[in-house]
């Protein structure tokens, strides 16, 4: 199984300066890491090829520096590495890096199955795996927490719908966008730096791609303009403030409910409402219990 894992290369702060006239970040003025979401992707690619053997291609949309993230990949045990690079692919929205990358994919790679983590933390928007799915044309499923079984051509897993978990089979190729509960990532290690030190990292440029025209690319191509930003301690103090009016007395208006295949315990209690509520629910159970 072709397993091809889509990695990013983020800010490892939150103290990041803005072009106030594009919203893009400046990225040169910074240090890096790899998106952490990416890692459970990468982690649950390595678990797959253990199980059923593959080879895992990495791929990443980002400046010359962004290679360092491809050995920090082979350090756990990726078997190739891809990185798109190009002056003109700077600016890009989440629909243009979707495109970018999906060319890239179809091109040099053979993916049965790839694999995202469910956001990045520069811009959180969520929308690549779906984004992608669309563009190459095949299913596509998110919030994964739980890789079930694998067949040859599909494969069953367990997702987290907010106010359910469900089992699927999805038809492969596919798109895989999972959670941070799948699985923690592995360490790097350093016998696999020293076996993978001299290891070739494929760099694509807008020449190589399907599509040449640089307008479609960037700033030039992407449909997004942001029209105002934000300081993030502001944003963060006007979302705690919302947060707060949406709670009643009783909690989060929104009950959420976990439906459990297996079944539930007779002798068990289930409780619904916000993490307020839950943590004093427990707290008041562990003392009557004389836990605490």
């Given at each position: 199984?072709?397993?091809?894992?889509?990695?990013?290369?983020?800010?490892?702060?939150?103290?990041?300066?803005?072009?106030?006239?594009?919203?893009?970040?400046?990225?040169?003025?910074?240090?890096?890491?790899?998106?952490?979401?990416?890692?459970?992707?990468?982690?649950?690619?390595?678990?797959?090829?253990?199980?059923?053997?593959?080879?895992?291609?990495?791929?990443?949309?980002?400046?010359?520096?962004?290679?360092?993230?491809?050995?920090?990949?082979?350090?756990?045990?990726?078997?190739?590495?891809?990185?798109?690079?190009?002056?003109?692919?700077?600016?890009?929205?989440?629909?243009?890096?979707?495109?970018?990358?999906?060319?890239?994919?179809?091109?040099?790679?053979?993916?049965?199955?790839?694999?995202?983590?469910?956001?990045?933390?520069?811009?959180?928007?969520?929308?690549?795996?779906?984004?992608?799915?669309?563009?190459?044309?095949?299913?596509?499923?998110?919030?994964?927490?739980?890789?079930?079984?694998?067949?040859?051509?599909?494969?069953?897993?367990?997702?987290?719908?907010?106010?359910?978990?469900?089992?699927?089979?999805?038809?492969?190729?596919?798109?895989?966008?999972?959670?941070?509960?799948?699985?923690?990532?592995?360490?790097?290690?350093?016998?696999?730096?020293?076996?993978?030190?001299?290891?070739?990292?494929?760099?694509?440029?807008?020449?190589?791609?399907?599509?040449?025209?640089e307008y479609n690319y960037g700033l030039k191509g992407s449909p997004t303009n942001i029209s105002k930003l934000y300081p993030a301690e502001n944003f963060s103090e006007k979302t705690k403030a919302l947060n707060e009016k949406k709670l009643s007395p009783e909690g989060s208006p929104l009950q959420l409910k976990r439906i459990f295949p297996e079944g539930v315990d007779s002798g068990?209690?289930?409780?619904?409402?916000?993490?307020?509520?839950?943590?004093?629910?427990?707290?008041?159970?562990?003392?009557?219990?004389?836990?605490?």
């Open positions: 199984m072709n397993i091809t894992v889509c990695i990013k290369q983020v800010p490892d702060s939150t103290e990041v300066k803005v072009k106030e006239n594009t919203g893009t970040l400046i990225r040169d003025e910074i240090s890096s890491q790899i998106n952490p979401y990416d890692l459970y992707a990468l982690e649950t690619a390595l678990q797959i090829k253990e199980s059923v053997s593959g080879k895992i291609s990495v791929i990443t949309l980002g400046e010359e520096h962004s290679h360092q993230i491809i050995k920090e990949a082979y350090m756990m045990g990726a078997d190739e590495g891809f990185l798109v690079s190009d002056k003109r692919f700077n600016g890009s929205d989440v629909y243009v890096t979707a495109y970018i990358l999906s060319q890239a994919i179809k091109r040099f790679t053979e993916s049965t199955v790839i694999l995202c983590g469910k956001k990045s933390t520069d811009s959180g928007t969520s929308h690549l795996a779906s984004e992608l799915a669309e563009i190459l044309n095949i299913p596509c499923l998110t919030n994964i927490r739980r890789i079930i079984n694998i067949k040859e051509d599909s494969l069953t897993v367990e997702a987290d719908m907010e106010d359910s978990l469900i089992q699927a089979e999805i038809k492969t190729p596919c798109i895989l966008s999972v959670d941070e509960s799948i699985a923690e990532p592995r360490l790097l290690s350093f016998r696999k730096k020293l076996q993978t030190n001299d290891r070739e990292i494929k760099r694509i440029y807008l020449e190589e791609l399907e599509d040449k025209n068990k209690e289930i409780w619904s409402g916000a993490s307020i509520g839950l943590a004093e629910n427990i707290y008041t159970k562990l003392k009557e219990l004389k836990h605490v």
